[in-house]
C-alpha cells in the first residue's frame, strides 16, 4: 500500500503545475484524499482534500481559486492542479489517503501518506 507524487519542479510565479498522487495496493474509493504542503521551518498544513465518495472539496484560503483537486478512477490516481503559482507556494507537497478523514470537515486522520515531490516558485 503506497501512495507515489509527482509532477514536482521549478516554475517561474505565474505559473503552472500539476502533481500527480498514483495509488498502489489499494483504490481511492471510499477514501478522503487530501494534498498537504510543508515548507522548510514550517508544519504540515492542509491544502485541499477530496471525499471520494461525496465528490466534496476542501480548499485552503491562501490556494482557493488557484488550486483544483481532482480524481481520475481509471488511473487511480489523484491530481493537484495548480495555477498563478506564487514564490509563498514553495514547499515539498504529500498527498494522503484515508477512510477515517471526513473531508470537507476536516475531522479524522489520514494514515497513508506519500513521500512528497518538491515545488519550487521562483519570482
Known amino acids: 500500500v503506497q501512495l507515489v507524487e509527482s509532477g514536482g519542479g521549478l516554475v517561474q510565479a505565474g505559473g503552472s503545475l500539476r502533481l500527480s498522487c498514483a495509488a498502489s495496493g489499494f483504490t481511492f474509493h471510499n477514501y478522503a484524499t487530501g494534498w498537504f504542503r510543508q515548507a522548510p521551518g514550517t508544519g504540515r498544513e492542509l491544502v485541499s482534500c477530496l471525499n471520494s465518495r461525496t465528490g466534496q472539496t476542501y480548499y485552503a484560503a491562501f490556494v482557493k481559486g488557484r488550486f483544483a483537486i481532482s480524481m481520475d478512477n481509471a488511473k487511480n490516481t489523484v491530481y493537484l492542479s495548480m495555477n498563478g503559482l506564487k514564490p509563498e507556494d514553495t514547499a515539498s507537497y504529500y498527498c494522503?489517503?484515508?477512510?477515517?478523514?471526513?473531508?470537507?470537515?476536516?475531522?479524522?486522520?489520514?494514515?497513508?501518506w506519500g513521500r512528497g515531490t518538491l515545488v519550487t516558485v521562483s519570482s
Open positions: 494522503a489517503a484515508g477512510t477515517s478523514y471526513y473531508c470537507p470537515d476536516g475531522d479524522g486522520y489520514f494514515d497513508i
